[in-house]
């Protein structure tokens, strides 16, 4: 039988509760972010993007208004199948739509390696956010408009 695979780009209401379920799993249960951290004022205000695999949500991540991409998270069991580049794509794609000519982010040190073959460049030093290392890149993009 074959799988079925869906990207979707949309807003906080449209793709929350699914985007939150891949998030607690990865940054709550396994990285142990404090769940208070997870959820925050910007969802509402950036545009998701969602991969499900035969219905189940297995991949996220988010536009900021400001360009900064984040929240991008893969559940363990479908890591190492491209959805992380999938959902990056998308993200940057997005971000080139609006007109934006730079997307950042912070990038947990261990993925320095994953942004940087998505073209992205360390900036600055590496510091603490909820309690894991992070660093942040950033890329330049053509705008699609």
């Given amino acids: 039988m074959a799988v079925s695979k869906a990207l979707s780009l949309g807003s906080w209401s449209d793709l929350g509760n699914a985007a939150a379920k891949i998030r607690f799993a990865v940054f709550v249960d396994e990285q142990n972010v404090p769940q208070e951290l997870e959820l925050d004022d910007l969802d509402p205000l ?46 940057i794609s997005a971000a080139a739509s609006r007109g934006q000519s730079e997307t950042h982010l912070h990038a947990q040190v261990h993925a320095l390696g994953f942004y940087e073959r998505h073209g992205y460049t360390a900036d600055g030093p590496e510091f603490e956010e909820a309690g894991i290392a992070h ?8 705008t699609t408009r």
Avoid: S
Wanted: proline share 4%.
């Fill in 46 to 91: 950036c545009v998701h993007a969602l991969i499900q695999i035969d219905g189940q949500p297995v991949a996220t991540g988010r536009l900021c208004p400001d360009g900064r991409i984040g929240r991008m998270a893969v559940i363990k069991a479908f890591r190492g199948q491209g959805l992380g580049d999938e959902i990056l794509g998308a993200l």
């Fill in 135 to 142: 660093r942040t890149m950033r890329r330049r993009i053509k």
